[in-house]
């Protein structure tokens, strides 16, 4: 049912004999004589077709950006015109103890759940790819998280964390009493990195298996016939040639999880206390429910430095592999 | 099943087999089977346990045993759900959001991807950069500008208001760009000296060999979109926009609706999405290879 990888390429040479070979040993003696105009012709069309993403960033991603932190230095509440009020914003904000929590929660949040889902996302590969029989129709079917809507996801685990609910129900056998999971201080923020882990794990799950069914099997034949027993094959051959995977996995799960608004705010409000308010929570309370526009702006520029970093750390991986490609 | 069976190295036993390796051997897929088995069955008990209860009666919600064949069916708890709230509506919007979203991403990400990925043009690199650091600009960092931007747009409550800011997103762009990459040059300028024009080239030459990559950024896109739940928040207020989670939580919070048609209704928003799956997955299976970073 799912085949990864590998068929891609069978199409690209299939369709290489639709074009007729004369045109290109032609080429190279045509392109000389190309003209100037004809080279910046085809330039303009390059750039006519970026054209439009760009006119949409600039009005829905960087003007709003810069309009943020604008506004993170007035004082708006919709009403009235907004007033210069300097650093303010940003020194109450780190005077408020409930941002300061916040803010931890949210760094707590980001950092179990990228850990967990790399580790369950390739765990599960790995599970997937010993090629047990049947092992394709179980990744089809837990691909099936994928494809719930979040919402659904969250509803649905509200009620399985219930004290009467199903994980309950699961865990009596070994002792554990009957906890209720969103209510209480200590669990309330672990429940939503296990639902969070629930829903994205399959996903990576799928990234990670792409990847493993790329590497060099000749590695693999070598390290046996040397004796290499499965444990080292992993740790010595598998580990380092998915170390780019596993970096874009931790980044790419690192900015979902950082933009996490949903699953508490249906699952616990915020609470118990504020337990589980995360920054794009805290983000929309104080915009729409206080209307302080400015302070909601300096809170996401809080969020959107996080963010930054783990951006910055891609675009280096990123750039470096463009280099080693070209 | 032939490239997973390709790829796992085989285990060949180079010393003489005893009798215990022979039962081994032949054990082991069957314990690895029933070991993933019962993962999967594991992983997916919330979605079993979401089927069920949709069909339960509604007091049978918060008793300690979980009943998984409901003693009585009551397939009446779908169209009881539909009937309050405005559901109907609520789903009409979603897919006319998602859809537009879906196709707005499927033609401006396959533009802007052939356009960095086989153009060179004053700044290209920049402009690769540019539009791949948006990555870090989700609608959540954005929130209160865009919602000021709509707000003077004068879209408030409404279809573009819903759409305009989830248009385009910088990840299909990259998946896009990827995959025309591995599509030879040599191609495109082939039928430029047929005289071919630029967007026949598109339509004609790009297009077909990048299917699997337009089905992923297709699926993921619509299911974004579709799951899309702070943003309708912000910009509607009126049932005639409102999409169905908003219409969701509503159904949740109002005074007397049992959980189970709350099931009802998160079974049957799971459906499109699923559909869509099974529409595209050959494709998107093969185009996944490429999401991950080539």
Same mark, same amino acid.
């Given at each position: 049912?799912?085949?990864?990888?590998?068929?891609?390429?069978?199409?690209?040479?299939?369709?290489?004999?639709?074009?007729?070979?004369? &045109?290109?040993?032609?080429?190279?003696?045509?392109?000389?004589?190309?003209?100037?105009?004809?080279?910046?012709?085809?330039?303009?069309?390059?750039?006519?077709?970026?054209?439009?993403?760009?006119?949409?960033?600039?009005?829905?991603?960087?003007?709003?950006?810069?309009?943020?932190?604008?506004?993170?230095? &007035?004082?708006?509440?919709?009403?009235?015109?907004?007033?210069?009020?300097?650093?303010?914003?940003?020194?109450?904000?780190?005077?408020?103890?409930?941002?300061?929590?916040?803010?931890?929660?949210?760094?707590?949040?980001?950092?179990?759940?990228?850990?967990?889902?790399?580790?369950?996302?390739?765990?599960? *590969?790995?599970?997937?790819?010993?090629?047990?029989?049947?092992?394709?129709?179980?990744?089809?079917?837990?691909?099936?998280?994928?494809?719930?809507?979040?919402? *659904?996801?969250?509803?649905?685990?509200?009620?399985?964390? &219930?004290?009467?609910?199903?994980?309950?129900?699961?865990?009596?056998?070994?002792?554990?009493?009957?906890?209720?999971?969103?209510?209480?201080?200590?669990?309330?923020?672990?429940?939503?990195?296990?639902?969070?882990?629930?829903?994205?794990?399959?996903?990576?799950?799928?990234?990670?298996?792409?990847?493993?069914?790329?590497?060099?099997?000749?590695?693999?034949?070598?390290?046996?016939?040397?004796?290499?027993?499965?444990?080292?094959?992993?740790? &010595? %051959?598998?580990?380092?040639?998915?170390?780019?995977?596993?970096?874009?996995?931790?980044?790419?799960?690192?900015?979902?999880?950082?933009?996490?608004?949903?699953?508490?705010?249906?699952?616990?409000?915020?609470?118990?206390?504020?337990?589980?308010?995360?920054?794009?929570?805290?983000?929309?309370?104080?915009?729409?429910?206080?209307?302080?526009?400015?302070?909601?702006?300096? %809170?996401?520029?809080?969020?959107?430095?996080?963010?930054?970093?783990?951006?910055?750390?891609?675009?280096?991986?990123?750039?470096?592999?463009?280099?080693?490609?070209? | 099943?032939?490239?997973?069976? !390709?790829?796992?190295?085989?285990?060949?036993?180079?010393?003489?087999?005893?009798?215990?390796?022979?039962?081994?051997?032949?054990?082991?897929?069957?314990?690895?089977?029933?070991?993933?088995?019962?993962?999967?069955?594991?992983?997916?008990?919330?979605?079993?346990?979401?089927?069920?209860?949709?069909?339960?009666?509604?007091?049978?919600?918060?008793?300690?045993?979980?009943?998984? @064949?409901?003693?009585?069916?009551?397939?009446?708890?779908?169209?009881?759900?539909?009937?309050?709230?405005?559901?109907?509506?609520?789903?009409?919007?979603?897919?006319?959001?998602?859809?537009?979203?879906?196709?707005?991403?499927?033609?401006?990400?396959?533009?802007?991807?052939?356009?960095?990925?086989?153009?060179?043009?004053?700044?290209?690199?920049?402009?690769?950069?540019?539009?791949?650091?948006?990555?870090?600009?989700?609608?959540?960092?954005?929130? @209160?500008?865009?919602?000021?931007?709509?707000?003077?747009?004068?879209?408030?409550?409404?279809?573009?208001?819903?759409?305009?800011?989830?248009?385009?997103?910088?990840?299909?762009?990259?998946?896009?760009?990827?995959?025309?990459?591995?599509?030879?040059?040599?191609?495109?300028?082939?039928?430029?000296?047929?005289?071919?024009?630029?967007?026949?080239?598109?339509?004609?030459?790009?297009?077909?060999?990048? @299917?699997?990559?337009?089905?992923?950024?297709?699926?993921?896109?619509?299911?974004?979109?579709?799951?899309?739940?702070?943003?309708?928040?912000?910009?509607?207020?009126?049932?005639?926009?409102?999409?169905?989670?908003?219409?969701?939580?509503?159904?949740?919070?109002?005074?007397?609706?049992?959980?189970?048609?709350?099931?009802?209704?998160?079974?049957?928003?799971?459906?499109?999405?699923?559909?869509?799956?099974?529409?595209? !997955?050959?494709?998107?299976?093969?185009?996944?290879?490429?999401?991950?970073?080539?």
């Amino acid at each position: 049912m799912l085949d990864v990888g590998s068929r891609g390429l069978a199409s690209e040479s299939g369709s290489a004999t639709a074009i007729d070979l004369a &045109h290109r040993q032609r080429l190279p003696r045509k392109r000389r004589g190309w003209s100037l105009r004809y080279r910046h012709r085809i330039q303009l069309w390059g750039f006519g077709f970026v054209l439009p993403t760009l006119l949409f960033l600039a009005v829905f991603k960087y003007g709003p950006m810069l309009w943020a932190i604008d506004l993170s230095f &007035h004082a708006y509440d919709i009403v009235s015109p907004p007033r210069y009020v300097g650093l303010e914003n940003y020194r109450l904000l780190l005077a408020d103890p409930i941002f300061r929590e916040t803010l931890i929660n949210t760094l707590f949040y980001i950092a179990g759940s990228t850990l967990l889902i790399t580790v369950v996302g390739l765990a599960l *590969a790995l599970a997937i790819n010993t090629g047990v029989p049947g092992s394709r129709s179980c990744m089809t079917i837990m691909f099936l998280t994928n494809l719930m809507p979040i919402l *659904a996801v969250c509803l649905v685990w509200r009620f399985l964390l &219930h004290p009467y609910g199903l994980v309950n129900q699961v865990l009596e056998p070994f002792g554990i009493g009957r906890i209720n999971w969103l209510t209480n201080d200590s669990t309330a923020l672990p429940a939503i990195i296990i639902v969070t882990v629930w829903r994205f794990a399959p996903y990576f799950m799928v990234v990670f298996l792409a990847a493993l069914l790329a590497l060099p099997a000749d590695y693999y034949e070598a390290a046996e016939l040397e004796g290499a027993g499965a444990l080292r094959r992993f740790w &010595h %051959i598998t580990l380092p040639l998915l170390s780019p995977t596993i970096f874009f996995v931790v980044v790419v799960s690192a900015l979902l999880s950082a933009r996490i608004f949903l699953m508490p705010y249906i699952m616990t409000g915020g609470g118990p206390g504020n337990a589980t308010r995360v920054l794009p929570m805290l983000i929309y309370e104080t915009a729409f429910s206080y209307m302080k526009m400015g302070m909601a702006a300096a %809170i996401s520029v809080v969020l959107f430095a996080i963010m930054l970093v783990f951006t910055a750390l891609q675009m280096r991986f990123f750039l470096r592999r463009e280099q080693v490609n070209s | 099943m032939s490239a997973i069976a !390709q790829a796992v190295p085989r285990h060949r036993s180079r010393r003489a087999s005893s009798l215990t390796r022979r039962i081994l051997v032949r054990a082991k897929p069957v314990v690895g089977l029933v070991a993933l088995a019962s993962l999967t069955f594991f992983v997916v008990l919330p979605i079993l346990w979401m089927l069920t209860t949709s069909f339960q009666a509604g007091d049978k919600m918060f008793q300690f045993a979980t009943e998984w @064949i409901p003693s009585v069916w009551h397939p009446e708890n779908y169209p009881n759900a539909l009937s309050r709230g405005a559901f109907p509506q609520y789903f009409l919007n979603s897919g006319i959001v998602s859809l537009a979203v879906m196709v707005g991403n499927v033609i401006f990400c396959t533009l802007a991807g052939y356009g960095l990925a086989k153009f060179q043009f004053w700044g290209d690199k920049v402009v690769l950069l540019l539009i791949l650091s948006t990555m870090m600009l989700p609608l959540e960092v954005t929130l @209160i500008p865009t919602f000021l931007v709509i707000h003077k747009f004068g879209w408030m409550n409404s279809y573009q208001g819903l759409i305009g800011p989830l248009l385009i997103d910088a990840f299909g762009i990259f998946l896009m760009r990827q995959s025309i990459l591995s599509i030879p040059t040599d191609f495109i300028e082939a039928a430029r000296m047929d005289g071919a024009g630029e967007l026949r080239i598109l339509l004609q030459i790009i297009v077909p060999q990048c @299917i699997p990559a337009l089905a992923v950024l297709a699926i993921f896109s619509f299911r974004d979109s579709w799951d899309q739940f702070l943003w309708p928040l912000t910009v509607v207020s009126i049932d005639a926009f409102r999409t169905f989670p908003l219409g969701l939580v509503q159904f949740g919070e109002a005074y007397g609706n049992p959980a189970t048609e709350q099931m009802a209704i998160a079974v049957i928003a799971t459906i499109p999405t699923f559909l869509l799956f099974v529409l595209l !997955q050959r494709l998107i299976t093969r185009g996944f290879g490429l999401s991950g970073l080539k």
